[in-house]
C-alpha cells in the first residue's frame, strides 16, 4: 500500500523537477533573445556602413561620370537611373530575394540547439 508520505515525497518531487525545467526554459529564452538581438544590433551597424558606402560611391560614381561626360546632369541621371533598375529588380523580387532568406534564417535561429 502507498503511504500518504510517498505520494506527498513522489508531489514535492515533481513540482521541483518542474520548476527546474521551467527555469531551465527561461534561461534557454533569454539566451536566444540575447543572441537575436545583439546579432540585430551588428545588422544595424553593419548596414548603416553599408548604406554610407553606397552613398558615398554612388556620388563618386555620378563625379566621376560627370567629368566623362562634361555635364552632371548626365552623371548624376546615370547613377540615378541604376539606382532605381536595382530598387525595381528588388521590389518585384522582394519575397525571393529578401523576404524568404530572412524568413529562413529567423526559422533556423529560433529551433537551432546552440
Known amino acids: ?3 500518504s508520505e510517498e505520494i506527498n515525497n513522489l508531489l514535492q518531487e515533481s513540482k521541483d523537477y518542474l520548476d ?3 527555469e531551465i526554459r527561461k534561461l534557454e529564452a533569454t539566451e536566444k533573445l540575447s543572441l537575436h538581438g545583439s546579432n540585430m544590433f551588428i545588422f544595424i551597424i553593419l548596414g548603416s556602413f553599408g ?3 553606397l552613398i558615398f560611391s554612388g556620388l563618386f560614381l555620378g563625379f566621376i561620370l560627370s567629368e566623362y561626360f562634361s555635364n552632371f546632369s548626365t552623371g548624376f541621371g546615370i547613377i540615378a537611373l541604376a539606382y532605381l533598375l536595382i530598387f525595381a529588380v528588388l521590389y518585384v523580387f522582394r519575397r525571393q530575394l529578401i523576404g524568404k532568406p530572412i524568413q529562413n534564417k529567423i526559422i533556423r ?3 537551432s540547439d546552440e
Open 1 to 3: 500500500m502507498i503511504k
Open 51 to 53: 548604406l554610407l558606402f
Open 109 to 111: 535561429e529560433l529551433y
Open 20 to 22: 527546474t525545467e521551467l
